[in-house]
């Protein structure tokens, strides 16, 4: 018998369903004044939210990447990077179970959390 979990992400504005094939990273993170936000936004919002930015990233000015993760996503282990081994399981096993994941680069959040979820270590 398999198991298998399937995680959904909602829009935080909408409350409708995030079609992963469009969004495969729904997350976004942001600092507004010191303070860290994050939001789960669909194709829509998602395209909104970034064109309501685009005149103040355009006037701004680059103090350089935040300290420690830059990416829109939550890290899957806070401070630890995870190693290859455990990166080749979770591949096969996404792949094991009907998720699209390449042979290299970074594994979706999703992903990650459906690993773990179904007793990946």
């Known amino acids: 018998m ?5 995680v959904e992400t909602y829009d935080d504005l909408t409350g409708e369903k995030v079609d992963s094939e469009i969004v495969p990273d729904p997350t976004i993170n942001f600092v507004v004044d010191g303070m860290e936000y ?3 936004l669909g194709a829509t919002n ?3 939210f970034f064109a309501g930015l685009d005149p103040y990233i355009k006037a701004a000015r680059k103090t350089g990447r935040r300290r420690g993760s830059s990416r829109t996503s939550k890290p899957s282990h806070k401070g630890a990077a995870v190693p290859r ?3 080749n399981a979770m591949r096969e096993w996404a792949k094991k179970h009907g998720y699209k994941i390449s042979e290299r680069g970074r594994i979706s959040q999703d ?8 007793g990946g270590k």
Do not use: M, P, W
Not at 2 to 6: A, G, L, S, Y
Not at 111 to 118: E, L
């Open 46 to 48: 998602r395209d909104k």
């Open 111 to 118: 992903i990650q959390d459906a690993f773990h979820a179904a």
């Open 85 to 87: 081994e455990q990166l």
């Open 38 to 40: 994050e939001i789960d």
């Open 2 to 6: 398999v198991n298998r979990t399937v």
